[in-house]
């Protein structure tokens, strides 16, 4: 069985650190959102999600990261390291490697997982070996690993994740591998490749390359690469800021319209979270995206930024209030579905059911616009956070301070049933309610 070329991205090379008021939240974020499509769908369709270079950006920025950055890929595999590692025996996922120094422990901790688990572990080491060689001898396109995460399951199944750098261009470029792809490692391997073509490279993995491989006795053996030019491709753009052209604005209209026509239903009394309110729905119906949406729908990774903002506040501030309630719905949600009752995460998947066959017109560049300043004008009841206020010494609001009801949403018209859309968004933050 072999997966088709997910495609490839752009991404722009950023610095910087994850703070860790953002990185603890994406720990527990990512681990209930991988939690939740285990439920539903296994734990093999994790690893395709994370094959998927589309899905995994739009993964990164609904986690509150740069949503255009190769920063998406570390901060990703260090959330998913940290937060399934405690779960890693009852989910059956290990995720292993990691960025610079982390990457050199791959064997050790591959051959570790193989002793707990009973996995042929000199076989994943030498799959993880020649994932990196092909990425870094066989493909040679200016980019230098310096990051490789692999993401094995208790069958033996595994998805890497891997990134190089070109620092005279400012780029990154993400490479995707499955193993129900990679075969002999021989011809065309790759799930995905990411990253701006920078004209003519050496793709000695490439099918047509075939000749020259059984000529050089050290690649004769070697993993195959995908072809660059044969995969559907991701770009990202240069500028830090979330424009309308970024954004699938139909799709953003139908998942607020369905927040307004499914939210007060399944929500008010079934979640019983406090504090959450339309915003928070919003942020929600955007994770439950994540977690149940096809992959035609991550075309737009911006759009997933618009739930919890981004650590350099693009779009907006981080706003930690709302991320927390949403770490608490999925929580409880995915708690109570492992006791058998799943009508909190059934609830989650009719939302984006609705988002789905929801007909409305596109929310307008400016309504967007008007959102994001919003946003910004709600900073400080919404507990809002970025980088830049660690310069200054502001102190982020625990996890369990009490939280604001932000009812606030975009102009959206008439939802159908006689019900009046939902009004401009004006922030109003109700009355404070403790957990």
Request: proline share 6%.
């Amino acid at each position: 069985m072999r997966a088709a070329p997910s495609g490839t991205a752009d991404l722009p090379l950023h610095g910087g650190r994850v703070p860790a008021w953002l990185s603890a939240r994406m720990a527990r974020l990512g681990r209930v959102i991988v939690e939740a499509i285990a439920h539903d769908y296994g734990r093999t369709e994790v690893l395709r999600r994370l094959a998927n270079p589309f899905w995994f950006q739009s993964f990164g920025a609904v986690m509150g990261m740069n949503w255009h950055s190769s920063g998406i890929t570390t901060s990703v595999i260090g959330a998913l390291k940290r937060g399934l590692g405690p779960v890693a025996g009852e989910l059956g996922l290990h995720v292993c490697g990691g960025r610079g120094r982390a990457s050199r422990r791959t064997p050790e901790e591959l051959a570790a997982v193989g002793e707990r688990v009973g996995l042929d572990a000199p076989a994943l080491v030498r799959a993880s070996r020649l994932v990196a060689k092909v990425d870094s001898a066989a493909v040679q396109d200016g980019f230098e690993l310096y990051l490789h995460g692999f993401i094995v399951a208790d069958d033996g199944a595994w998805v890497v994740v891997q990134q190089g750098m070109n620092g005279a261009r400012r780029q990154a470029r993400r490479y995707h591998w499955i193993w129900d792809r990679a075969g002999g490692f021989v011809d065309d391997p790759h799930a995905a490749i990411e990253g701006r073509p920078g004209g003519d490279i050496v793709n000695l993995v490439d099918h047509r390359a075939a000749p020259a491989r059984g000529e050089l006795v050290g690649l004769g053996h070697a993993g195959p690469a995908a072809a660059v030019d044969a995969l559907t491709r991701l770009r990202m753009p240069a500028h830090h800021d979330v424009r309308a052209e970024d954004i699938d604005l139909r799709r953003l209209g139908k998942t607020l319209a369905a927040v307004a026509d499914r939210g007060p239903e399944d929500f008010a009394e079934l979640m019983l979270v406090p504090g959450v309110g339309a915003r928070t729905l919003f942020a929600l119906a955007l994770v439950a995206e994540v977690v149940h949406g096809a992959p035609s729908r991550f075309a737009d990774p911006a759009r997933f930024s618009l739930a919890h903002g981004g650590k350099d506040g693009h779009p907006f501030p981080v706003p930690l209030r709302v991320y927390d309630q949403t770490i608490a719905v999925l929580k409880r949600a995915v708690a109570r579905a492992k006791l058998g009752e799943s009508d909190r995460l059934a609830a989650l998947r009719r939302l984006d059911d609705q988002a789905r066959r929801i007909d409305v017109a596109a929310v307008t560049p400016a309504a967007l616009e008007r959102a994001v300043a919003a946003e910004w004008r709600a900073k400080d009841q919404l507990g809002g956070r970025t980088v830049a206020d660690d310069a200054e010494g502001r102190v982020a609001p625990r996890s369990r301070r009490p939280a604001a009801t932000l009812s606030a949403q975009l102009s959206l018209p008439s939802l159908g049933r006689g019900r009046p859309g939902v009004s401009a968004l004006e922030p109003r933050v109700d009355k404070l309610e403790s957990e």
